[in-house]
């Protein structure tokens, strides 16, 4: 190898400050929660963030930017540790251009880092291009200097980039021959080979074209460039290593792996394999989680769940019975801080998701092992290879199993699973639980072209509860119009507007729009990609067309009990980290009029004592009449200031960030849009209804503030004098009165109880005198209309301990079944007449069953018409057993 050698961290920042100096801004990675983009659950390459940049339907910070994206694809779990190149957690370097420089710079550019500042051998380089890119090759060919035998044209399979709806065009990869040790021996290997000798390393994705999804392909008016160069792979040819598990910062993990469980790389194939799933899978979990992803059965929660689950099996299979993965977490944010700080802040917090996931899931492992080995034992009686579908998703969920998990357990026993029939079983669990999705892609409006400029609604409202605005559009019946009739439903959309529109957590406005006579009543309001308002509602009375200048006003009095509940969450969300913990983080929320629901990290229940510490915080701030501020600043200096922000949550350059008291006294310092109190005082009494968990490792609490609590309290108040009233006390006294009555009560209720058992013993007595002799014993049989079964025993245990040759069978009745008592003394189950075998007789013939010991046993009957056979049979059955 004649080429240098570069640390993963070094390669990151040689790429991102080399495109730096080429014009382009460098921005941070995105966030592996999509933003606005429902078809994906994660982010899988450099460019799925920026899909509206190529779109235009944004417009990006600057035409050229350069990124190192982190990412996650699990098309290939099944592969992950199997072989030396999968892996679920990749960053994607890349440079960008949204209709600025094309070809012709692109892949000089791409050839100068890769030659003159990583450093690798030119004559180790091959480009590629697609088929028909007959512009690609010449500047390779021509401009570059590479001779055509070193250019490969490939089909779209391999050089035309798309991944489902969006830009998507040909491109031109780079591939650097490792040498004969990686190649396959074939005399015919070459680029394009499956073996591991010639590796892609550079993707320039030359994007000029849009897919709709359904495989037509739309000219671009700007053509854009969509670099990705997977950070990995670069690191594995400057490093001269196998693979990506041999890379400098993967090593490290890996490493601390085989610390922790004794197992080294390269002892075994399996072994090796264990070690990579480990390995990948904890990178991924912690990269997730600290973007806010939590371990869940659905969506990404469920991806997360997937990897932690399948690495403590690994874990398992090394000899690890206790919970491990969690000691990882500061080797994985170590190697990984330079470029990530932000792991160092969450660190703790990740550390407790992984280990309270591992914890629970090792609890299930265990238990469901034993069904899982019962299951398979039955289909190999069977000689079935296939286990059935059912099975597995018995395995899913009953035991957390997940179906990649089944199958690879069933591999290592030469069977499959029937994947169709769980999915069918999945989609059918799907359906009961969830609630209709809204439309793919844009959640405010999904039907109607609104034929309006990009420009945004203008927000009037944290200052306006009234305004004037003109109306740029208008959507009835699901169609554009040009005026809003009375009677008719429709949307309007404003150029400014004074209603909040529905996010984070906060409901929309309610109130009307109005130019003279005509009014429209607003009952919700969403926010479209374009950051139009849409205003949903009723034409009340009159006419409103397109171009009119209205008046919009919001309720103030429903705006100012959102405000209270608002403000409240703040103050909740500062309460909870106070007494919980730092690892608290907001997991969502609902903001309504004077009540609120809020998610919120945590792993354990929360105790009467940390409720009500947490309960009189809140009042305590709200009490203290603390200033409320909202500020717009840099978000940097925001984050210098301290400001909490919601996990995975994106923001711009500038953010909105609301202060509750100053200095010392500061209460709560959070990044947020919604719309506040000016003062802490004006919440009023701040009430938790109740506190539930609501997944793993989210628990929820709803309160009440203002009016609604105050209500409550009325209420309860009121009927707090009622009952004084109807108690003959007052309010004051009702405790002490309450229990003075409760103890009259407990003891005339023994007193009765009492005078009942005597009273049934005094009719045992008489039963006794009267029974029947036969053959020597004493055998009875009596109704008890009524009774319960507690009754019969007293009754019985007096008669069997009175009597030594005493054979009794009590019947109690009720409206549709009977209740047996079979009683047997002493004298009786020596001459081989057992209550057992009595009353099992007795309830067979009234339709049901009993059993039980030689001297006392009960049963029960269901045909009440029966009852005279089945007591009839009594003094048969004990003649029988005396001959």
């Known amino acids: 190898m004649s080429h240098p050698v570069y640390g993963l961290n070094e390669l990151r920042e040689m790429f991102l400050s080399y495109f730096e100096s080429k014009g ?5 990675s995105f966030s592996l929660i999509p933003h606005n983009d429902a078809s994906l659950l994660l982010i899988n390459s450099g460019m799925a963030p920026m899909k509206t ?26 592969n992950i540790g199997k072989t030396a190149r999968h892996g679920t957690y990749f960053e994607m370097l890349g440079n960008f251009s949204f209709g600025d420089y094309f070809k012709k710079d692109a892949i000089p550019t791409s050839w100068e880092f890769l030659t003159k500042v990583v450093g690798l051998e030119p004559d180790r380089l091959y480009p590629s291009i697609y088929v028909d ?15 055509a035998e070193r250019i490969f044209r490939f089909g779209k399979a391999d050089n035309f980039w798309e991944h489902g709806p969006g830009p998507c065009g040909p491109c031109s990869e780079i591939y650097y021959d490792r040498g004969e040790k990686y190649g396959c021996g074939k005399p015919d290997c070459t680029v394009g080979c499956e073996c591991d000798r010639y590796i892609e390393i550079w993707n320039n994705v030359f994007s000029q074209f849009v897919n709709d999804g359904e495989g037509h392909y739309e000219e671009m008016q700007n ?7 997977g950070l990995e792979r670069l690191a594995v040819v400057s490093q001269d290593v196998a693979s990506l598990f041999d890379v400098d910062t993967v090593m490290h993990i890996t490493n601390k792996v085989s610390e922790i469980t004794g197992a080294h790389y390269a002892e075994s194939a399996k072994t090796d394999v264990s070690l990579r799933v480990i390995t990948d899978h904890i990178r991924s979990a912690v990269m997730m989680i600290c973007d806010g992803v939590l371990p869940s059965n659905e969506g990404r929660g469920y991806v997360l769940r997937r990897l932690l689950r399948r690495a ?14 969690y000691t990882v977490v500061a080797t994985v944010v170590e190697v990984n801080k330079v470029a990530y700080p932000d792991l160092v802040e969450k660190e703790a917090y990740i550390t407790k998701v992984v280990r309270t996931e591992e914890e629970n899931f090792l609890k299930t492992l265990d238990a469901g092992m034993k069904i899982y080995t019962d299951l398979l034992a039955a289909h190999k009686e069977k000689q079935e290879t296939v286990f059935s579908g059912a099975d597995a998703f018995k395995l899913y969920d009953t035991y957390g199993f997940p179906i990649d998990l089944t199958a690879e357990m069933l591999e290592e026993e030469g069977m499959t699973v029937d994947k169709a029939g769980f999915d069918e079983l999945m989609e059918q669990q799907r359906t009961r639980a969830r609630k209709a999705r809204e439309a793919l892609g844009d959640v405010a409006w999904a039907g109607i072209d609104l034929g309006l400029d990009a420009t945004p609604t203008a927000f009037t409202g944290y200052d306006h509860d009234t305004d004037s605005g003109k109306v740029l559009a208008i959507v009835a019946d699901e169609e554009l119009r040009d005026a809003m009739v009375k009677g008719a439903e429709g ?45 949903h509602g009723v034409m009340e009375s009159g006419e409103l067309k ?20 608002h403000s409240a969450t703040h103050l909740l969300d500062a309460a909870l980290q106070k007494v919980l913990g730092d690892h608290v983080h907001q997991a969502g929320s609902l903001v309504e009029p004077d009540r609120l629901r809020f998610d919120f990290t945590h792993f354990s229940a929360i105790t009467p004592e940390e409720l009500t510490k947490i309960d009189r915080l809140v009042n305590d701030e709200i009490l203290a009449g603390m200033p409320v501020e909202t500020r717009e600043m840099p978000i940097e200096e925001a984050k210098k200031l301290g400001a909490t922000a919601i996990f995975g949550e994106k923001y711009g350059k500038t953010v909105r960030v609301v202060s509750m008291g100053e200095g010392e006294e500061l209460a709560s310092l959070e990044f947020c849009g919604g719309t506040h109190l000016d003062n802490t005082a004006k919440v009023g009494p701040f009430r938790i209804k109740s506190e539930a968990s609501v997944a793993s490792g989210v628990r929820r609490i709803e309160a009440t503030v203002g009016r609604a609590s105050l209500e409550v309290m009325n209420r309860n108040q009121e009927m707090l004098f009622h009952v004084a009233e109807m108690m003959k006390t007052n309010p004051g006294e009702l405790a002490g009165k309450a229990e003075q009555m409760m103890n009259e009560m407990r003891d005339l209720r023994h007193s009765l109880e009492k005078f009942q058992a005597q009273a049934s013993l005094g009719q045992a007595q008489q039963f006794l005198m009267s029974a029947k002799a036969v053959g020597g014993l004493k055998v009875l049989t009596n109704v008890r209309p009524g009774a319960d079964a507690n009754a019969l025993r007293q009754m019985g245990d007096f008669l069997r301990d009175k009597e030594p040759g005493v054979v009794a069978v009590l019947a109690a009745t009720g409206e549709d079944k009977i209740t047996f ?51 009839a049979a009594v003094d048969d059955f004990v003649a029988g057993k005396l001959k």
């Open 223 to 229: 053509k854009n460039i969509d670099t990705g160069m």
């Open 821 to 871: 008592l079979a009683v047997c003394g002493k004298e009786a189950v020596a001459k081989g007449v057992k209550a057992g075998d009595l009353v099992k007789l007795v309830s067979g013939i009234a339709g049901g069953s009993g059993g039980g010991k030689p001297d006392s046993a009960m049963g029960g009957g269901k045909d009440l018409l029966k009852l005279d056979d089945a007591l």
């Open 312 to 325: 403590a099996r690994h874990g398992k299979l090394l000899g690890m019975d206790e919970p491990f993965l």
């Open 546 to 565: 397109v171009g009119d200048t209205i008046t919009a006003a919001i309720d103030r009095e429903r705006r100012q009990a959102v405000r209270r509940a």
């Open 53 to 78: 940049w190529f779109t235009r339907e944004e417009e990006p910070p600057r035409n050229c930017v350069c990124t190192c994206q982190k990412c996650i694809r699990t098309g290939d779990i099944e």
């Open 24 to 28: 382009h801004l460098r921005l941070p």
């Open 491 to 535: 949307v309007i959309v404003l150029d400014k507007t004074p209603f909040y529109a529905e996010m984070g957590g906060q409901v929309a406005d309610h109130g009307t729009i109005s130019l003279g006579d005509a009014v429209f009543t607003v009952a919700n309001v969403q926010k479209d990609k374009a950051g139009k308002f849409l205003h």
């Open 133 to 147: 890119d007959d512009e690609a090759f010449e500047i390779w060919n021509k401009d570059m200097g590479i001779p």
